[in-house]
């Protein structure tokens, strides 16, 4: 499913209207006196985010259920800048192979890392294991971190 959305996403800037979008966005002057209709990108550009903004909470409440709709997506642009940021992207520029890869690692970290301090806590004597807060603790400072080496790149 990802990967289909990825391809289709990748075909579509390779088309004449990705071009023209990736022309408004990088330079508008530019892309208006190439004659492209600069309003009409954006537009498609607000729909296009939109639906796909859409398809991603159908599949995050099939996942999920619907009393999570409310509140989890507050939640959701930190660690997802941050995976981006651990990939590599810099502030001014992604591909699309430092997102995969930096979500790769941060969610691998998150759902590998987690039961390793959980096994380790429930042989201490310390017991009661790791808490949500925690887990919350360890995965911000991770956001932390990635948004701490952005400068050095």
Known sequence: ??????????????????????????????????GINIRKMRYTGVIMSTVLGAIGIIVYAQSYGFLQLYNAPLYMAFPAIAAILIGGATLRKATISQV?????????????????????????????????????????????????RVGRR
Do not use: H, K, W
């Not at 990802?2 to 892309?31: D, H, K």
């Open 1 to 34: 499913f990802f990967g289909f959305f990825c391809v289709l996403m990748y075909l579509f800037f390779r088309s004449r209207t990705g071009l023209a979008m990736l022309a408004v966005g990088s330079n508008p002057e530019y892309a208006a006196s190439s």
């Open 100 to 148: 995969i890869i930096g979500s790769i690692l941060f969610f691998t970290l998150l759902t590998t890392a987690l039961p390793v301090v959980q096994t380790v806590l429930d042989g201490s004597e310390v017991g009661g294991g790791i808490s949500e807060i925690a887990r919350m603790i360890i995965q911000n400072g991770a956001i932390l971190y990635a948004l701490t």
